[in-house]
């Protein structure tokens, strides 16, 4: 059974920093590209950072040069350095996994930025 948990959502600053993490379980995920996506009241979810197993990253437009994503393969997590936060980042962040064209998702957590 595959789980993906999140954790270190909260209230940030606009302009300060959030760390979240996704522990997956289940599976050996190395082999596929790992994502976190975001959902803001009354918007649809939106992509917004890849990590794949080779070691590269993507980025919506709209988060570039603020967030980093990275993963541990051995650790089997995927955090997401979240750095310059702005009120439009407040949601819901979701890790997301793509397994042979079944998604697997965590339950969330909730992202708000506001002074």
């Known amino acids: 059974q595959v789980q993906l948990v999140e954790s270190g959502g909260g209230l940030a600053q606009p302009g300060g920093s959030l760390r979240l993490s996704c522990a997956a379980s289940?599976?050996?995920?190395?082999?596929?590209?790992m994502n976190w996506y975001r959902q803001a009241p009354g918007k649809q979810r939106e992509l917004v950072a890849t990590g794949t197993s080779g070691g590269s990253t993507n980025y919506a437009d709209s988060v570039k040069g603020r967030f980093t994503v990275t993963r541990d393969n051995a650790k089997a997590t995927l955090s997401l350095q979240m750095n310059s936060l702005k009120p439009e980042d407040t949601a819901v962040y979701y890790c997301?996994?793509?397994?042979?064209?079944?998604?697997?998702w965590g339950q969330g957590t909730q992202v708000t930025v506001s002074s």
């Open positions: 997301n996994v793509r397994v042979q064209l079944l998604d697997f």
């Open positions: 289940g599976i050996d995920f190395s082999p596929y590209p």
